[in-house]
């Protein structure tokens, strides 16, 4: 009865589930995945699960889409992002069920997410300016949708950002009865802001272009009060996406711009080894963690702990890189866990604005073994998470001070202490970490102890 096409590209993470949700649907009949040409096993894992696969005849979503489309064999077709999961439990019935009653021939998907920055700085924008009647489509940019099959075979799929707007406007241009249903909540991270830029240029081409070949596109086009507010809208959102000089990376110290840890290294040096390793196993609470580790250092001198800092290798390439991410207009810094007296000599030695750290106390340069934990770890009511103390709660505080936006920040972190700044930053980074979870959420993933490769997203 209902036909599922989901276009893909190195979807390898999800599109088994994605498959198997589509399936369970007593309402599909059909589930085709269009390949894009991935690089990864999606293929393998898609048709291990049962979807017929195809690959597209010409690089681009719209493409995939259309040939999908070409390929089906029922008169309903519905569309799935390959890259979410889960899915809400009943999305499938709630997009196609209107069809399937003639209530309407087309519709489109919202979800409980805030609408994204593409859509509130440009799409809206313009639709209310080209196509007004629009407007009353919460999500206009969704990709979940569902209509019949000769509706879609008279449209035009774009191969770019566009496509999906441009399918929105072609079934309003071409009188289709057409509905938005809620399917509920749906956890998509937002695209990271470098792709912003592109994206919303591509939106926009498409909604002026689907105007301009209207009848009234003469009068849309020439009027000069339309354009000013096209160019308006156009420049605002190419400030909000790249703005100068309000950019940051984030790098953590112990294991990522260090081949090692501090705490570890200095245990190893005085033997302390079995007493770390207690503390650790014993001790869940992290400020109490914190405590126990800076008693550890209690009568050393900061020339003690500052030579053992210099005994672990800095990553080759961090002082290069670092050097070239100033150029172009980053402000970089560290935060870690462990202690603001290493944390800030690191940061000198790699020429870095910043460093956040526990400060260690010292009385005539001997540690007294007393910690205080800056406030800026801890839960406030803008908290992005639940934990009492989390490295994305000094993320928010080096945003505010900056007046930088979220989505321009790149975290770099290889452990479950930075799993929250890596999932919350526009963009984050899975240094050479072991830990499943946290690859799992990195946007970027960096097997090789180099920092090379932040270059070609760093833009």
């Known amino acids: 009865m209902v036909t599922v096409i989901i276009p893909t590209l190195n979807e390898a993470e999800h599109i088994t589930a994605v498959v198997k949700f589509a399936y369970s649907d007593p309402l599909v009949t059909e589930v085709i995945v269009v390949d894009d040409q991935s690089t990864d096993n999606t293929v393998a894992l898609a048709k291990k699960s049962g979807a017929k696969v195809i690959t ?129 909540y749906i956890e998509n991270k937002s695209k990271p802001w470098h792709a912003l830029g592109k994206m919303s240029k591509e939106v926009a081409q498409t909604i002026i272009i689907k105007a301009a070949n209207t009848k009234n596109a003469h009068y849309n086009l020439e009027e000069l009060s339309v354009m000013n507010e096209i160019r308006s809208q156009m420049e605002f959102a190419l400030t909000e996406y790249i703005p100068e000089n309000k950019k940051l990376i984030l790098f953590d110290m112990d294991n990522t711009l260090l081949k090692g840890s501090f705490i570890e290294a200095f245990a190893t040096k005085f033997h302390l080894k079995k007493e770390l390793m207690d503390i650790r196993a014993k001790e869940p609470d992290p400020i109490i963690l914190t405590k126990k580790m800076a008693n550890l250092l209690k009568g050393k001198s900061i020339a003690e702990l500052i030579q053992i800092a210099d005994e672990i290798p800095i990553v080759e390439d961090a002082i290069t890189i670092i050097a070239e991410l100033k150029t172009r207009g980053y402000l970089i810094g560290i935060i870690s866990e462990s202690f603001d007296c290493i944390s800030n000599h690191i940061k000198h030695q790699l020429g870095m604005h910043f460093s956040l750290g526990n400060e260690l106390e010292f009385s005539k340069s001997i540690c007294t073994g007393e910690v205080k934990i800056p406030s800026f770890w801890f839960s406030q009511k803008n908290s992005l998470c639940k934990h009492t103390i989390c490295k994305t709660n000094a993320m928010l505080a080096i945003l505010e001070k900056h007046q930088i936006k979220r989505e321009n920040t790149i975290a770099v972190g290889n452990s479950l202490n930075d799993l929250c700044m890596i999932k919350e930053a526009g963009m984050g980074v899975a240094f050479c970490s072991k830990d499943e979870l946290v690859n799992h959420h990195a946007d970027i993933i960096i097997t090789n102890k180099m920092f090379e490769d932040l270059l070609k997203v760093a833009k």
């Open 56 to 184: 597209s005849t010409k690089l681009g979503k719209g493409a995939s889409m259309k040939d999908g489309v070409l390929y089906s064999k029922n008169e309903i077709v519905l569309f799935l992002d390959g890259d979410i999961d889960p899915y809400p439990h009943f999305t499938i019935a709630l997009l196609a069920q209107p069809i399937i009653q003639n209530e309407v021939d087309f519709v489109k998907s919202s979800f409980n997410r805030n609408a994204g920055r593409v859509t509130e700085l440009v799409a809206k924008p313009l639709l209310s300016i080209f196509f007004p009647d629009l407007m009353r489509f919460s999500q206009p940019l969704s990709g979940m949708i569902a209509g019949k099959k000769t509706l879609f075979q008279q449209i035009d799929f774009r191969d770019d950002y566009g496509v999906d707007i441009g399918i929105l406007i072609d079934m309003y241009l071409m009188h289709v009865r057409m509905k938005e249903v809620e399917i509920g």
